[in-house]
């Protein structure tokens, strides 16, 4: 227990945290910036199994993190009749056509000696199969996205509970890395970093722009939710009842009978939002909790000490024996696929799916700051840097303003500094994340719980 008193030190800090932005702003805030720094652990769980368990350079996060997204519409959308009646069985045959040039490919590989006539007929293979995807595909999609493309324009999903999307959200980014794998992993660590990023920057495009498949850039809104709405909340006889329990004795002071029945409509309506925040935050906590459980199991596994040996010395596993290459790639799907899991995650809690929101250049980082500043190769330690950062992300604005506040007190409301420091709060938010990445990078350098191997 006395080995784990600084992470739960760490954990009972950032708890504080959060209440303290309940008590002095409002609760639904501090439960919205729960969820999210959940939702971040998630992230940089994923982020942690590449570089902490591997060393492996991943910037392409954010590409798995929209896939995820796209799992959460295709699964939870209903299926739009007409669209699939003007070209859904056209985009079934493209399917077919892409998974025929795939295993026609792989067959000339394994058949065929390495040649000028191998390369030639995968080349045809290629050419003939995109002229032919073309040829179907194009008026389809046209077709498709003529549907009413106020309101749809693409085929639609499944219809099925959006739950499910968490967990083909990471088969989709399992998926997508499995190709990129065999692909970029063969790269050195810096090339590597560069083709990942570009590579979820094209993954980005595509969503963008295919319409047919989730509406582009016109998004997708009202997907179904796991938990209740507010409005049936608010209208439902037995959440009433409980809020008036609860506030009994607040509302016995008021003595006018409408007053009191606005007083209890208005606890209603703030309790909805609570209450449906925390039901995400039940949700998001079990998949944080059970994946820190096998991940926890899978680092000090034999699994686990071998990654690390791969991480730290590449050259001396592969001369025990170890595949290396393959074991990179293993790491790279899994991290990759719980990035997926927690993009399907974020989709569902936004109930929208906005591919134009996934900028790699930017949030990117955000993510790998989180990995760093948490402690890399610590799984307590990402996320907790999953919290920290994202803390400070939402709540350096309001501190600012009450720094603001508190040293210029003294000074009158029309005085221009005052103006002009209230006025720069937005970019107040980095100048804070730079000065606590400096802060921990000088006394902490390995981040807050760094890896700390357990011998067993």
Not at 364 to 392: H, R
Request: glycine share 10%; charged share 15%; hydrophobic share 55%.
């Amino acid at each position: 227990m006395r080995q784990y008193a600084n992470v739960i030190s760490a954990y009972i800090i950032m708890i504080i945290l959060i209440i303290l932005v309940g008590i002095f702003q409002s609760w639904t805030v501090a439960l919205s910036i729960l969820n999210f720094c959940l939702i971040s652990a998630v992230m940089t769980m994923g982020a942690n199994i590449q570089w902490g368990y591997a060393g492996l350079i991943n910037f392409g996060v954010m590409g798995y993190t929209a896939l995820g997204g796209l799992a959460a519409v295709l699964v939870s959308v209903a299926p739009v009749g007409e669209a699939w009646q003007a070209g859904g069985i056209s985009i079934i045959i493209c399917l077919f056509i892409i998974i025929g040039m795939v295993f026609s490919i792989r067959y000339v590989l394994k058949k065929i000696q390495k040649s000028k006539k191998r390369n030639y007929l995968i080349a045809a293979i290629i050419i003939f199969g995109l002229i032919l995807l073309r040829v179907i595909s194009g008026p389809a999609m046209e077709h498709i996205e003529a549907v009413d493309p106020a309101k749809t324009g693409f085929l639609g999903g499944l219809g099925m509970p959006i739950l499910f999307s968490w967990i083909i959200g990471g088969f989709f980014a399992a998926g997508a890395a499995y190709i990129v794998g065999k692909v970029a992993l063969g790269l050195r660590a810096d090339y590597l970093a560069i083709a990942t990023l570009l590579i979820s920057e094209i993954i980005i495009s595509i969503i963008k722009h295919e319409d047919w498949l989730s509406r582009g850039v016109k998004n997708v809104i009202g997907l179904k939710r796991p938990v209740p709405y507010e409005i049936d909340l608010q209208s439902s006889s037995w959440f009433i009842n409980l809020i008036e329990k609860l506030n009994e004795g607040k509302l016995n002071l008021i003595n006018s009978v409408s007053d009191r029945q606005d007083a209890l409509n208005q606890l209603v309506i703030n309790a909805s939002s609570i209450y449906v925040k925390l039901c995400f935050a039940g949700l998001f906590t079990i998949v944080v909790i059970i994946l820190l459980i096998i991940t926890q199991k899978a680092l000090y596994s034999p699994w686990g000490r071998m990654m690390r040996a791969i991480r730290d010395n590449e050259e001396a596993a592969n001369a025990m024996g170890k595949n290396v290459v393959r074991e990179h790639l293993l790491i790279f799907i899994l991290g990759s696929a719980v990035v997926g899991i927690a993009g399907a995650m974020m989709v569902t809690h936004d109930g929208l799916f906005t591919p134009g929101s996934y900028r790699p250049m930017r949030y990117t980082f955000l993510i790998w700051v989180m990995v760093i500043v948490g402690g890399s190769g610590n799984n307590f330690g990402a996320i907790l840097g999953g919290f920290v950062v994202w803390f400070l992300w939402i709540e350096a604005a309001p501190i600012a303003l009450f720094v603001i506040n508190f040293f210029t007190s003294h000074l009158s409301e029309t005085n221009a500094l005052k103006n002009h420091l209230i006025e720069s709060i937005p970019y107040f938010r980095f100048l804070m994340m730079g000065v606590g990445l400096l802060l921990i990078m000088r006394y902490k350098p390995r981040g807050i719980l760094p890896e700390k191997i357990i011998k067993q």
